[in-house]
């Protein structure tokens, strides 16, 4: 790295007082375990956590992954104790496995604030950016925001068929997987000829060999029938397709962004409720004093990897340094609060919006003294 | 102190690396008995014969406490992060053919490609309540060919052999294994996906990076390397 290690000390004074900050705007402090049941990660993330997080085991417990971050113990915790509203903070390490660059630290401080509170969604948002974006003021960092539910409301008003809905959903936070599908349902590539010679076949078991495996015969002969609907499913129409790739292209400042959305949202009646979700929330970060005018706006910002977020999302980056880790992230995860609440009877889930600060870097960056 | 050679302890790869080697003037071989896994080397001098376990090369080339070593390049991609920087390929040695490749039951009619493969897999995890599990002992290089190609909702389990027996053992749906023929996956009615093959892999001689050399060694690398052909 360009610039000295700073000392641990400066470092957890910073977050002491990052955290602090928080606590003034009426955050409770909480603690997470270092440790963390691997069990819930690998539900939520799949093997891809194994290439970020660190798993270790033994054998009462079984496999244990060091914390990569609080956002998910910290929705255990309030999913199966915490009355509502709530707002928390912590500050604390979390482990980040490093597989492609050596001079990313794997392990470092992160200090959240983290709110509960469904009354006034755009608000929280901003309050969550406000707090985040004062918090790191003084590095002159540039802000980038975005909002994955544009994205995942033109899915949802798509005219086509549940289970094309529910595939592109499905691989909404895997940009070239989501894409090849959407070319797929559009009609845009010929069929595969695997694909054809079975759904025209009057036997498709007929070489098919013993059953063997927990995967049985139903569950093959259930996905025949449903690629069989699928073929009879009329393509997406490519106007459709096209507004999705106008939706994803969208890369402007704030205003400008909401304005070519809400022409999008003329032919695409869909997003408009999210849409309008988005202007409020510029609304009320304006209210916090913050200038909209020159606030980015990139419609995928966040799809590749902040994959629990299904709403707004931010992160505050060091300009013309892509080779440093932003500095701060955040964004909106009411998904994740009804997928965990699920474990502890709350399948409703609560509104949830929150973001962390990496004080190394701010240390770094020479905004403590 | 000389130029240590790491080439696998046992089987065809340790007698396929010693005739490479002795095609080229170097005759390598086992010192005393065939259990002692001491080497001798003749016909150059300087170079230490060092008998290893092919799964272990890499790890010894990384650290620098081998200077050569033979071993299969699928071993060095899942082992070594980052392994151009930490390894060299000297040459290929033109046996040890293996692919590394995903297999499913032949009785998934429905599963030719990686698409098939991932739609399979969130019906499977609906229906069963937990994730297709794909037996492999290839871990890293499954997970980034997996992300790469956009399949989720599968998990990996452990298998360090007897790999194609997991499925009909019902420990694993699928498997991720090196096949050189193909015929023990369909001994055991398995088949290869259209688009699943990871890696090409086959024996190869690997310099370190790490491991230091004086001036002395230097000179007996320069004449080994040039005795091989590969200067």
Request: charged share 25%; with cysteine.
């Amino acid at each position: 790295m360009a610039n000295r290690t700073p000392e641990k000390a400066q470092v957890k004074a910073c977050a002491a007082a990052l955290r602090e900050g928080f606590e003034a705007a009426g955050a409770v402090p909480v603690e997470a375990p270092v440790l963390l049941s691997a069990s819930a990660l690998l539900d939520l993330y799949g093997e891809d956590i194994r290439a970020r997080a660190y798993t270790t085991s033994d054998i009462l417990r079984g496999e244990q992954m060091l914390r990569p971050d609080f956002t998910v113990p910290v929705v255990q915790m309030h999913m199966a104790q915490g009355a509502e509203p709530a707002r928390y903070t912590y500050a604390g390490e979390v482990f980040r496995r490093q597989e492609e660059d050596e001079a990313r630290a794997n392990e470092y401080l992160q200090v959240g604030f983290e709110i509960f509170d469904g009354t006034d969604p755009a608000a929280a948002d901003a309050e969550v950016f406000a707090r985040v974006q004062s918090a790191v003021a003084p590095l002159n960092l540039k802000a980038t925001t975005g909002d994955i539910g544009i994205l995942m409301a033109a899915v949802e008003g798509l005219e086509t068929s549940e289970a094309r809905k529910a595939a592109l959903w499905r691989h909404i936070w895997r940009p070239a997987r989501f894409r090849a599908l959407l070319e797929r349902y559009a009609g845009r590539h010929p069929v595969p000829v695997a694909r054809k010679v079975l759904l025209t076949s009057d036997d498709p078991f007929r070489n098919a060999g013993p059953e063997i495996g927990m995967r049985s015969r139903d569950e093959v002969a259930a996905r025949i029938e449903a690629l069989r609907a699928d073929a009879a499913t009329p393509p997406i129409p490519n106007s459709d397709v096209m507004l999705i790739e106008a939706i994803l292209k969208v890369r402007e400042t704030l205003p400008f962004a909401l304005e070519q959305l809400r022409d999008i949202a003329v032919d695409m009646p869909a997003i408009l409720q999210a849409v309008e979700r988005l202007a409020r929330r510029m609304d009320a970060i304006a209210a916090h004093g913050i200038d909209v005018q020159a606030l980015e706006f990139e419609a995928a910002f966040g799809r590749t990897h902040m994959e629990y977020y299904d709403g707004f999302v931010f992160g505050f980056v060091v300009e013309g340094r892509p080779d440093l880790p932003p500095v701060a992230t955040g964004g909106r995860y009411d998904a994740l609060t009804r997928v965990l609440g699920r474990a502890e009877g709350r399948p409703e889930g609560i509104p949830a919006v929150g973001g962390v600060i990496r004080p190394g870097m701010v240390v770094e960056l020479g905004g403590w003294a | 102190m000389s130029i240590k050679l790491g080439v696998p302890s046992k089987g065809r790869l340790m007698e396929k690396t010693f005739d490479w080697f002795r095609a080229r003037g170097v005759v390598l071989g086992r010192a005393g008995s065939d259990r002692e896994y001491a080497g001798k080397v003749e016909g150059i001098e300087g170079v230490e014969l060092v008998l290893l376990s092919a799964g272990e090369i890499p790890r010894e080339l990384t650290e620098g406490r081998i200077h050569l070593g033979v071993t299969g390049t699928d071993l060095v991609r899942e082992k070594l992060g980052h392994w151009e920087q930490r390894v060299e390929e000297m040459a290929e040695l033109g046996f040890g053919h293996a692919d590394l490749i995903i297999a499913v039951p032949q009785a998934w009619v429905d599963v030719d490609c990686l698409d098939d493969l991932d739609a399979a897999a969130a019906a499977f995890r609906r229906h069963h309540g937990f994730r297709l599990r794909i037996a492999t002992k290839y871990h890293r290089l499954v997970r980034e060919f997996l992300k790469e190609n956009g399949v989720a909702d599968y998990q990996l389990v452990d298998s360090q052999g007897a790999t194609e027996g997991t499925v009909k053992n019902e420990t694993a749906e699928a498997v991720a294994d090196i096949t050189s023929t193909g015929e023990t996956l369909r001994a055991n009615h398995l088949k290869i996906l259209s688009d699943g093959l990871m890696l090409k892999s086959q024996a190869t001689l690997f310099r370190s990076r790490a491991a230091a050399m004086d001036d002395e060694e230097r000179a007996v690398m320069t004449a080994l390397v040039a005795r091989l052909g590969l200067d």
